[in-house]
């Protein structure tokens, strides 16, 4: 399995910025694509930046200009800087990544536990 653990979430005020972090581990063979969802009460699971191996960076248009996903390889973590925050970007932040396993053929995508972001207007 691929375990993924998030850190870095807590409350803001409107216009202060936190950095997510999220490092996996277990038997990684490669990983694909990093990034992070969001889902704030009573919404769906968002897209919010994601990252491919190759450096290629995807953005929600909510977040472009405020928002930047980085990624150590070497320490297979994907970072989310947020800044201008918004009381509108208040939600539980997951993080993903495309992941293949040792001694598997196949990716799959694994899970974060989430993280809590409330920002206070």
């Known amino acids: 399995q691929v375990q993924l653990v998030e850190s870095g979430g807590g409350l803001v005020q409107a216009g202060g910025s936190l950095r997510l972090s999220c490092a996996a581990s277990g038997s990684i063979f490669s990983i694909n694509a990093m990034g992070w969802y969001r889902q704030a009460p009573g919404k769906q699971r968002e897209l919010v930046a994601t990252s491919t191996s190759g450096g290629n960076t995807n953005y929600a248009d909510a977040v472009k200009g405020r928002f930047t996903i980085s990624r150590d390889n070497a320490k297979n973590t994907v970072y989310l800087q947020m800044n201008s925050l918004k009381a509108e970007d208040t939600a539980v932040y997951y993080c993903?990544?495309?992941?293949?396993?040792?001694?598997?053929?196949?990716?799959?995508?694994?899970w974060g536990q989430g993280t809590q972001v409330t920002v206070s207007s």
């Open positions: 993903y990544c495309t992941a293949r396993m040792v001694l598997h053929y196949r990716e799959y995508d694994y």
